[in-house]
């Protein structure tokens, strides 16, 4: 086995369980988050096509999920989840990865610590240990691996996902190793698929596949020690613009720093329910309206400066359907200058039919002259051209990023307005309490069981 591949094994089976204060600060503000999002996604029609592909169970071993009287083997469920999590493009990404982590750990670490009932200590380690295979993984496959056009939710998320469930299956070193061997054999997901239904899929594939590859692995399925770095192994196959000594380096290097999600660029927390790309410039643009206070009428103009991967990863001119108009940027400009806001009203399918909404659309322009960074590369700029003026906001990085992190009140409200779409508004408070306590939590499984107790909103 590899230096590499070893060092990922030696995490998952015998990595310290006592993580930094931050580390574990950052992860618990993760699952928070993350778990409202998906009890928020639930509802959504990506779920329930999800749903009904699946097969519950009542054997012994399978696993309730957040919703009441739902019974799945585990992979079966983490794949329901993690399309929960991620079917409003409202949860967190990591930079280095290029994709939402916690939309693929969550499910995987939360049920299985249900299964095996465990705290909510074993919970966040077990996040915290998918969420470092994924970080050092990202190191040897750089930025290559999103360019080529993977979507790295689905493929470095398995990797992932596979190692939060490792740990919490109790596999010793050896067996890690071909968990995570397995795990980059069904490692998938193309960025063609964006603005889909099956963007959310993505996230669920990853969640179910780690899954299965863990039990595998603990089964007795084996996998090549050099399944990363080596000859055929994952980083020539799905980047191949680094070398295989460079990208080891790269690896070894960052398993001596801080963990992942405590870098400059580990966790993002999204504010708006749309492509993260554009969050820059939609903060910047709902500050000009809100400041000026200016009518969606009034405004004759709008010009977004940006760099150009923005419109390389939101491809769509004219949505059709809540999916495409999170990647539309003159939808995102148009619907957040109209109502000053980006959450889940502004891409449903109701708000497609707004002719307001559609007039102004046709009234943004993007320009790909914004000059940037890897650093803010999803930096962003307005003009808005209204009353015979013209007002300019830029802004490098929105809030949620690791330089603007969400302070309590911000990371409150959203919360709050994710777990209103979930459950009446006489629960949310009571949830909103729990969850600031999940990290010291005796027995995961009491939380689970009053998400199932809660009525539909």
Known sequence: MGAAETALAELVANG?????????????????????????????????????????????DAVPTWSPAE???????????????????????????????????????????????????????AYLTGYQANYLVSQALGHAHYRHGW????????????????????LDQQQAGHALAIAASSAGGIRANFGTSTKALHAGFAARNGVQAAQLARAGAEGSADWLL??????????????GDDAARAILAATEGSHGI???????????????????????????????????????????????????????????DQYSARYSPTWVMAVAATDRAAGPDQFSMAALGRGEVH?????????????TSDDDRFAGRVEVHARGQRFIQE?????????????????????RVALGIATSAAHVTGLEVAL?????????????????????R
């Open 16 to 60: 310290d369980r006592v993580w930094s204060a931050r580390a574990g600060q950052l992860a618990e503000a993760a699952i928070a988050d993350t778990l409202a999002v998906g009890l928020a996604g639930l509802s959504e029609p990506q779920v329930g096509i999800a749903r009904a592909t699946l097969l519950t169970s009542a054997q012994p």
């Open 71 to 125: 019974r799945y083997p585990v992979s079966d469920a983490a794949f329901l989840l993690g399309v929960a999590c991620h079917s409003l493009d409202w949860d967190d990404y990591m930079h280095p990865m290029h994709g939402h982590c916690s939309a693929v750990l969550l499910p995987v670490a939360w049920l299985l610590t249900e299964q095996r009932d465990g705290s909510g200590a074993d919970l966040t380690d």
């Open 151 to 170: 979507h790295a939710t689905s493929t470095v998320g398995t990797i992932g996902a596979a190692a939060a469930a490792a740990r919490l299956l109790g």
């Open 230 to 243: 080596g000859e055929h192994g994952m980083q020539p196959a799905f980047s191949g613009d680094r070398a």
């Open 262 to 320: 405590e870098t400059e660029w580990g966790l993002v927390q999204k504010p708006y329910c749309c492509c993260g790309s554009c969050h820059a410039a939609v903060e910047a643009l709902i500050a000009v309206v809100e400041r000026h206070d200016l009518a969606g009428s009034e405004i004759d103009r709008i010009d977004l400066h940006v760099d150009p991967i923005v419109p390389a990863i939101m491809q769509v001119s004219l949505p059709h």
């Open 359 to 371: 007039r102004l659309r046709e009234r943004v322009r993007v320009h790909v002259d914004l000059i």
């Open 395 to 415: 802004l490098r990085h929105a809030s949620g990023h690791p330089r603007r992190p969400f302070d309590d009140g911000m990371a409150g409200m959203k919360q």
């Open 436 to 456: 600031a306590d999940l990290a010291t939590m005796p027995r995961l499984r009491a939380l689970g069981d009053q998400l199932r107790r809660l009525p539909a």
